[in-house]
């Protein structure tokens, strides 16, 4: 799943490089991508957002390389 999610987030970084975009996805592929750029992202970092809905975060990228995350907002659910 998370060659998958790489392989797609690469071809939108290439297609619209030097633009602005936003994506939306589900916790459980945001946290596959994020271990990717940072492997230190692991089980209890997914644990922490696995309530908040949403948990939106900007992502800055140079390429294909990312360069900065910054968490954005975030609300906790009631489940």
């Known amino acids: 799943?998370?060659?998958?999610?790489?392989?797609?987030l690469n071809e939108l970084l290439m297609k619209h490089?030097?633009?602005?975009?936003?994506?939306?996805?589900h916790g459980t592929?945001?946290?596959?991508?994020?271990n990717f750029y940072n492997p230190d992202f692991n089980f209890n970092d997914f644990k922490r957002i696995w309530h908040w809905m949403p948990?939106?975060?900007r992502v800055d990228f140079e390429g294909t390389a990312l360069v900065n995350k910054e968490e954005l907002?975030?609300?906790e659910c009631g489940y």
């Open 1 to 8: 799943m998370q060659k998958r999610n790489i392989e797609a």
């Open 17 to 25: 490089r030097d633009k602005t975009i936003v994506i939306g996805t």
């Open 29 to 34: 592929a945001l946290s596959a991508i994020l």
């Open 55 to 57: 948990y939106i975060i």
């Open 73 to 75: 907002l975030m609300i």
